[in-house]
């Protein structure tokens, strides 16, 4: 960390903070027992504060020190393709969408080769199940009814029934799967 970095990372810093709670300049001087002006300052980038200034606006803003002075923390994570979970049922690969589980949901990217079926699981009695269909044709069939999807296509349907998954085309297919899950009892 070099000392010419400290003043612009403070003030961007404070201004984060201070954004992100909704508060003024003068509310967060106030809190902090110094001017107005001093608050300013701090987030201009050009002030070199005494460790007591420092600590009051750190107890202000109810964060540490390290923070108030610490690089910024990156807003996004990456997750490269091979890092997320991937299985193969049948002939079909699903991957997770998300690296974090969502409670109550799931979301799946489907790839389907040529002429391929799979079948679905039934989830809890409630559950709705979201089949989009990104590439080449995907056909659903849930309790003996078939739904042909082409590219851009939705179909929503029960989850909790029986389904299967099917790509009567010539080439490989992909489709996403949300499941809005109930919660069992």
């Known amino acids: ?5 400290l003043p612009g990372r ?3 810093n404070l201004r984060t903070l201070r ?12 809190l902090a027992g110094v001017p107005r002006a001093t608050w300013a300052h701090l987030e201009s980038g050009a002030a070199n504060p005494t460790l007591s200034v420092l600590h009051r606006v750190a107890g202000a803003l109810q964060v540490s020190l390290e923070e108030l002075l610490a690089r910024p923390k990156a807003s996004a994570r990456h997750y490269p393709r091979q890092s997320l979970l991937v299985r193969q049922r049948g002939a079909a690969l699903l ?21 391929a079926r799979i079948t679905g699981v039934p989830h809890t009695p409630g559950t709705r199940e979201y089949l989009a269909c990104e590439s080449g044709t995907l056909a659903l ?6 739904f042909v999807l082409e590219v851009g296509d939705v179909v ?18 992909v ?11």
């Open 10 to 12: 403070l003030a961007r």
């Open 95 to 115: 991957r997770k969408l998300l690296p974090d589980p969502l409670p109550g949901m799931e979301f799946d990217r489907l790839e389907l080769p040529a002429r």
């Open 175 to 185: 489709g996403y799967s949300v499941v809005l899950l109930t919660p069992s009892v």
């Open 141 to 146: 069939i849930a309790s003996g009814e078939r």
């Open 19 to 30: 954004e992100t709670r909704g508060a003024t300049q003068v509310q967060l001087a106030k």
């Open 156 to 173: 929503v349907f029960r989850g909790d029934q029986k389904h299967s998954y099917e790509n009567p085309g010539t080439r490989t297919a």
């Open 1 to 5: 960390m070099s000392d010419e970095d």
